[in-house]
């Protein structure tokens, strides 16, 4: 069983930054995907950035493109969200993502058949 930890979360002025941690239980992964989600009280979760373990390849949703940007540490068993200019529309619990298994790509979507394991999120409230 592998778990996942957030980090970073917190209230912050729009335009305004914060960088999100991820960190895995185990150690080094050399395949599979590690990403990010966030979900508002009565929406569904929604996926806005995922990295591919083994070459680093991204990849975004347009709502967060050009501002958010997601890499993974040199041991591969973290993951992390810089976020930039941030809006009151980013307002979200967050969530770490993650599934090792050997995929050609990442998806954004929220669904299990996608990420096996899942963070207990973090909250970012951005302020106007």
């Known amino acids: 069983q592998v778990r996942l930890e957030e980090s970073g979360g917190a209230s912050v002025q729009a335009g305004g930054s914060l960088r999100l941690s991820c960190a895995a239980s185990r150690n080094t992964y050399s395949t599979g995907c590690m990403g990010w989600f966030r979900q508002v009280p009565g929406k569904e979760r929604e996926g806005i950035a995922a990295i591919y373990i083994e070459n680093g390849r991204t990849n975004y949703a347009d709502s967060v493109k050009a501002r958010f940007t997601i890499s993974q540490g040199e041991a591969k068993n973290s993951a992390y969200l810089q976020m930039n200019s941030l809006t009151p529309e980013d307002t979200a619990v967050y969530f770490c993502?993650?599934?090792?298994?050997?995929?050609?790509?990442?998806?954004?979507?929220?669904?299990?058949?996608?990420?096996?394991?899942w963070g207990q999120g973090t909250q970012v409230t951005v302020s106007s």
């Open positions: 993502a993650a599934d090792f298994r050997l995929v050609s790509s990442c998806s954004l979507s929220g669904s299990y058949d996608y990420w096996t394991y």
